[in-house]
């Protein structure tokens, strides 16, 4: 096992690691407690402060994502994908922090394959404390979110929020995330097809387990139960 820690980054993109048209085959490899420095007045964000990602199409396997904490206005404390397209099996990201959106993994404008993941204990300051997937046509699959946070009132997805695009999300447990929309999944447009999942323990105010916003998409052979909410139930559309 490699491990790659501790690092700061004044240019805020990929202080783990940074991918740019690069397509290697990544294994057994821990990234953990980098963050990003903002010395000297720099101003950068600081986006996938764990690992980075930019037209990119690599393969990662059994990678524990872990600690990584983004600057001000940062998305993607953990993985930030853009216009990128891995393959994805057995990946953990654990606790990492983003001071916008997505705090384990922000993609956006890209297609990956995300298989038995475990997404667990990220926090987002804004929207998708576990995942942000943003006009993204991903698999996600066979996977568990457990214990994920969105801070925001305005926002919601404490496990995931989608926000355009067309996502599978499938064979999948939401479990004891919190948000003010969506504790477990917030859909704000697009039209995901969400099947066989199951929503238990989550917390919201509005859709404590699933909420639909300005969506179309399919619900599927989905198991909601279990889950505190204060308004419009456990599912809101």
């Known amino acids: 096992t490699i491990s790659i820690s501790s690092a700061a980054e004044v240019d805020g ?3 783990g690691m940074r991918l ?5 085959l990544i294994r057994d490899v821990v990234v953990e407690s980098n963050a990003v420095s903002r010395a000297g ?40 994908l853009d216009n990128s397209d891995p393959d994805m099996d057995g990946v953990q990201i654990l606790d990492n922090f ?3 959106n997505g705090g384990g993994i922000y993609v956006t404008g890209s297609t990956p394959d995300i ?11 804004g929207g998708g404390g ?3 997937f943003s006009s993204s046509n991903l698999t996600f699959d066979d996977s568990i979110v457990r214990g994920n946070v969105a801070l925001s009132n305005n ?15 499938r064979n999948t447990l ?9 504790g477990g999944l917030l859909v704000y447009t697009g039209s995901p097809a969400v099947r066989n999942v199951v929503a238990t323990g989550n917390t919201g105010r509005i859709g404590s387990a699933i909420c639909f916003v300005s969506a179309s998409g399919t619900l599927a052979n989905a198991t909601i139960t279990g889950n505190s909410g204060v308004l419009y139930g456990a599912l809101y559309s």
Do not use: C, K, W
């Open 13 to 15: 993109y990929g202080a």
């Open 41 to 80: 007045g720099a101003t950068y964000t600081g986006h996938g402060v764990g690992i980075y990602m930019l037209n990119s199409n690599p393969t990662l396997v059994d990678v524990i994502v872990r600690d990584n904490t983004t600057a001000t206005g940062g998305d993607g404390g953990g993985l930030y």
């Open 20 to 24: 740019v048209n690069a397509h290697p």
């Open 155 to 169: 926002s919601g997805g404490g496990g995931i929020q989608v926000s355009g695009g067309s996502p599978n999300i």
């Open 174 to 182: 939401f479990y004891d995330n919190d948000a003010t929309f969506g």
């Open 130 to 132: 576990g995942a942000y």
């Open 115 to 125: 298989n038995h993941a475990l997404l667990e204990g990220n926090v987002a300051a």
């Open 98 to 100: 983003a001071d916008n």
